[in-house]
């Protein structure tokens, strides 16, 4: 059973930097192998892709980055410069099999509880 914990969110000012992390268990390939992505979802609106494998969404290119360690099977998104528009729930996904294949909500079938950004000004 594909389990996925998110853990870092924080109340921080504009400016200020964090990094979340993922923990995933329970997979059949390793995280090196698979599809593994960054949502967000603010209140009123609906969730929206961040980062996806190597790639990052227009709204935060050049802040924030994914990575992973494939060892521990960890997922991370360091968020730099952060603006008070990043406040939102953020979920790690990935998908049953290997492979990506899109990048709406949709597209993913595993999803974390979530953690909690909020930026102030």
């Known amino acids: 059973q594909v389990q996925l914990v998110e853990s870092g969110g924080n109340s921080v000012q504009a400016g200020e930097s964090l990094r979340l992390s993922c923990v995933a268990s329970?997979?059949?390939?390793?995280?090196?192998?698979?599809?593994m992505a960054w949502f967000r979802q603010a209140p009123g609106k609906e969730r929206e892709w961040v980062a996806r494998?190597?790639e990052t969404a227009d709204s935060v290119k050049g802040r924030f980055t994914i990575s992973r360690d494939s060892t521990n099977n960890i997922l991370y998104l360091q968020m730099n410069s952060l603006k008070p528009e990043d406040t939102a729930m953020y979920y790690c996904?990935?998908?049953?099999?290997?492979?990506?294949?899109?990048?709406?909500?949709?597209?993913?079938?595993?999803w974390g509880q979530g953690t909690q950004v909020t930026v102030s000004s």
């Open positions: 996904s990935t998908v049953r099999g290997r492979w990506c294949r899109g990048y709406k909500e949709g597209d993913f079938d595993y």
């Open positions: 329970g997979f059949s390939f390793s995280l090196a192998d698979r599809c």
């Open positions: 494998d190597t």
